[in-house]
């Protein structure tokens, strides 16, 4: 639906909304909306929950996860305590920061697979990437050389686009980020690139919102559109994914639907 003046829309049906709604996550929503991604029932955006990976999680939802949700923690990795967000990996609780590998100290998502080794009579994280690096008999990591520096990789490395990086070379090319080897990316013209950069400059923008389209949209001469922010200009209902079909376009301008007339 375009958004009209002085309307305000819905962060999650991005349909308008009336005298009533919620704010979070700096955002306003239906109350219906604001949801649970696990359960789908809708949040008190007054009490806690999680967000994670864009994803919300209630706080009854992450207690069937995790049963020690709302308990004192103590981070496994630094030993102070955790007042926000943790993540839980080899039977523990850490801060999201303190999970990485014990060779490269590069962070890891516990969903990511890596390994368990002792270290001063503590389990601690290794990447799989360090794994294989020690762990292949007769492997010889110098005679890898980094697709980003263009120097010898002596320890760990990420291979993507079919080379191999140091974790700190792999970064995206427009806007020089560092990106995570697990992360979600695009390239041009062989290079990599981030999703945020891919968003902001790569990719198709509609004309009504200026926001990136993903996925199919309305196209017609040189402006492309999400279907949701055009109208039919006799029903002014929004049009959906799959209606490509039942489009016509009049006067050079009007969106309708091909059974509605005027």
């Given at each position: 639906?375009?958004?009209?003046k002085?309307?305000?829309l819905?962060?999650?049906?991005?349909?308008?909304?009336?005298?009533?709604?919620?704010?979070?996550?700096?955002?306003?929503?239906?109350?219906?909306?604001?949801?649970?991604?696990?359960?789908?029932?809708?949040i008190?955006?007054?009490?806690?929950?999680?967000?994670d990976?864009?994803?919300?999680?209630?706080?009854?939802?992450?207690?069937?996860?995790?049963?020690?949700?709302?308990?004192?923690?103590?981070?496994?990795?630094?030993g102070?305590?955790?007042?926000?967000?943790?993540?839980?990996?080899?039977?523990?609780?850490?801060?999201s920061?303190?999970?990485?590998?014990?060779?490269?100290?590069?962070?890891?998502?516990?969903?990511?697979?890596?390994?368990?080794?002792?270290?001063?009579?503590?389990?601690?994280?290794?990447?799989?990437?360090?794994?294989v690096?020690?762990?292949?008999?007769?492997?010889?990591?110098?005679?890898?050389?980094?697709?980003?520096?263009?120097?010898?990789?002596?320890?760990?490395?990420?291979?993507?686009?079919?080379?191999?990086?140091?974790h700190?070379?792999?970064?995206?090319?427009?806007?020089?980020?560092?990106?995570?080897?697990?992360?979600?990316?695009?390239?041009?013209?062989?290079?990599p690139?981030?999703?945020?950069?891919?968003?902001?400059?790569?990719?198709?923008?509609?004309?009504?919102?200026?926001?990136?389209?993903?996925?199919?949209?309305?196209?017609?001469?040189?402006?492309?559109?999400?279907?949701?922010?055009?109208?039919?200009?006799?029903?002014?209902?929004?049009?959906?994914?799959?209606?490509?079909?039942?489009?016509?376009?009049?006067?050079?301008?009007?969106?309708k639907?091909?059974?509605?007339k005027?």
């Open positions: 639906m375009a958004e009209k002085g309307e305000t819905c962060a999650g049906c991005h349909k308008a909304i009336g005298m009533k709604w919620v704010v979070a996550l700096d955002q306003k929503w239906h109350r219906y909306c604001f949801c649970c991604d696990t359960c789908k029932m809708p008190d955006s007054r009490k806690s929950f999680f967000f990976k864009g994803l919300r999680t209630c706080v009854d939802c992450a207690k069937k996860e995790d049963p020690t949700v709302g308990e004192a923690k103590t981070c496994q990795g630094c102070e305590a955790i007042d926000k967000a943790w993540v839980i990996g080899l039977g523990s609780t850490w801060h920061n303190c999970f990485k590998c014990t060779e490269c100290s590069r962070v890891i998502d516990p969903k990511e697979k890596f390994f368990k080794v002792e270290v001063d009579g503590k389990n601690v994280p290794k990447c799989s990437d360090c794994k690096t020690k762990g292949v008999a007769g492997l010889d990591v110098k005679e890898k050389v980094c697709a980003g520096c263009e120097k010898d990789i002596d320890s760990a490395w990420v291979v993507a686009l079919n080379k191999h990086w140091h700190d070379c792999f970064k995206c090319s427009h806007c020089s980020r560092k990106i995570d080897s697990k992360e979600k990316f695009l390239t041009n013209l062989g290079n690139i981030c999703m945020g950069c891919n968003n902001d400059h790569f990719r198709s923008k509609c004309t009504v919102c200026g926001k990136p389209i993903a996925g199919t949209s309305l196209v017609y001469k040189e402006s492309c559109f999400h279907h949701a922010c055009v109208n039919c200009y006799v029903c002014d209902k929004a049009f959906e994914v799959g209606d490509h079909d039942n489009i016509r376009v009049v006067n050079g301008k009007d969106f639907h091909a059974d509605c005027k």
